[in-house]
T-cell receptor, first 114, second 115 residues
Framework: AQSVSQHNHHVILSEAASLELGCNYS??????LFWYVQYPGQHLQLLLK??????LVKGIKGFEAEFIKSKFSFNLRKPSVQWSDTAEYFC????????????FGSGTRLQVQP | DAGVIQSPRHEVTEMGQEVTLRCKPI?????LFWYRQTMMRGLELLIY????????DSGMPEDRFSAKMPNASFSTLKIQPSEPRDSAVYFC?????????????FGPGTRLTVL
């Protein structure tokens, strides 16, 4: 069965620090990839997505992610975090064939200290 | 657009009671998803519908859970009888097209507490 791993469960950074959150998935076929964010008390919102094309994807609020097919990875990055980026971040993957259901990682809780 | 609408936002009930959660997807979206979020298990897909038809319900935990989508603008998730381990936040999401082809838009969730 397809799985998504987010190895960083809780990350604490100071403002202006750089961020990289890891995401690895297990499925070997064609996939669509997503990063969602959940701010405290709010519902999930899409940060960015990759379907095809340029493996470096830019999303909202200065976030970007790079799809590396050979490593089955889709890491999220931001050069300089802000206090307002404090949230939980979820990587999600869907197989392009077969069970077309979104599989989420366990999430990474990011805490940015002012 | 009002986005995905869920009701109630909070539900507290006693073990053994029936619970019904409701969802109104974004107009024009033909895929609808029910997720459950807990600290222990994270976000889990329970079931999804495409054009009102259940496509994949393999995530439904047991027979106590059932979901319906009688029309394109309404879906329910029912738990009967409820148990304390069902306590979680239940999210509904919708998207245009098939699952995974497009972004899923999430509702605010229903926080269920079963005492």
């Amino acid at each position: 069965a397809q799985s998504v791993s987010q190895h960083n469960h809780h990350v604490i950074l100071s403002e202006a620090a750089s961020l990289e959150l890891g995401c690895n998935y297990s499925y070997g076929g064609t996939v669509n990839l997503f990063w969602y964010v959940q701010y405290p008390g709010q519902h999930l919102q899409l940060l960015l997505k990759y379907f095809s094309g340029d493996p470096l994807v830019k999303g909202i609020k200065g976030f970007e992610a790079e799809f590396i097919k050979s490593k089955f990875s889709f890491n999220l990055r931001k050069p300089s975090v802000q206090w307002s980026d404090t949230a939980e971040y979820f990587c999600a993957v869907i197989q392009y064939t077969g069970r077309r259901a979104l599989t989420f990682g366990s999430g990474t809780r990011l805490q940015v200290q002012p | 657009d009002a986005g995905v609408i869920q009701s109630p936002r909070h539900e507290v009930t006693e073990m053994g009671q029936e619970v019904t959660l409701r969802c109104k997807p974004i107009s024009g979206h033909n895929s609808l998803f029910w997720y459950r979020q807990t600290m222990m298990r994270g976000l889990e897909l329970l079931i999804y519908f495409n054009n009102n038809v259940p496509i994949d319900d393999s995530g439904m935990p047991e027979d106590r859970f059932s979901a319906k989508m009688p029309n394109a603008s309404f879906s329910t998730l029912k738990i009967q009888p409820s148990e304390p381990r069902d306590s979680a936040v239940y999210f509904c999401a919708s998207s245009p097209g098939l699952a995974g082809d497009n972004e899923q838009f999430f509702g605010p969730g229903t926080r269920l507490t079963v005492l």
